[in-house]
T-cell receptor
């Protein structure tokens, strides 16, 4: 069965600084990988996804993620964080038609 | 509709009561999913409907939980004899054709509090 680990429960980043959120997955085959963002009281919004091909994928809101098979990782990055990026971020791995999610990383943005 | 709609947005119930949570998926989306989000636990898969196929119930935590989907559209998640550990946000999602190609579209969830 697939699983996802997000090692950081909370991360605090200064506004304008770069961001990297870590995600490691366990899955026997080529994974479908996703990043979602959840603002308080809201559902989850898809940021980006990886299926195959180019290992660097671009998403919405200036986010990108890189798939590294050798490290079983799919880390999310943003070059310059804005205060509006403060939210909870979830990494997910897909198998068949269902997604398995990590426990999330809460991003706090300091002025 | 334009998005996935869930109702009610908040529900407070007494321990032992039954509750029903509703999900109205995006029109044309044949796949529908229920997840539970507990504090610090991420999202836990509950059940998956795809078209007219038998649902995948492998994530339901106990026989107090059940779900149905009528006419391939609206779904109801029922929790019988609620317990305090059932308190969580219940999220519904839908997708096109049961494929992961497009990811899921989530509703805003129902926050269930059992007192």
């Amino acid at each position: 069965a697939q699983s996802v680990t997000q090692p950081d429960i909370h991360i605090t980043v200064s506004e304008g600084a770069s961001l990297e959120l870590r995600c490691n997955y366990s899955y026997g085959a080529t994974p479908y990988l996703f990043w979602y963002v959840q603002s308080p009281g809201q559902g989850l919004q898809l940021l980006l996804k990886y299926f195959s091909g180019d290992t660097l994928v671009q998403g919405i809101k200036g986010f990108e993620a890189e798939f590294k098979r050798s490290q079983s990782s799919f880390n999310l990055r943003k070059p310059s964080v804005h205060w509006s990026d403060a939210a909870e971020y979830f990494c997910a791995v897909g198998a068949d038609s269902t997604l398995t999610f990590g426990k999330g990383t809460m991003l706090l943005v300091s002025p | 509709g334009a998005g996935v709609s869930q109702s009610p947005s908040n529900k407070v119930t007494e321990k032992g009561k039954d509750v029903e949570l509703r999900c109205d998926p995006i029109s044309g989306h044949t796949a529908l999913y229920w997840y539970r989000q507990s504090l610090g636990q991420g999202l836990e898969f509950l059940i998956y409907f795809q078209g007219n196929s038998a649902p995948d119930k492998s994530g339901l935590p106990s026989d107090r939980f059940s779900a149905e989907r009528t006419g391939g559209s609206v779904s109801t998640l029922t929790i019988q004899r609620t317990q305090q550990e059932d308190s969580a946000v219940y999220l519904c999602a839908s997708s096109l054709g049961g494929t992961l190609t497009y990811g899921y579209t989530f509703g805003s969830g129902t926050r269930l509090t059992v007192v």
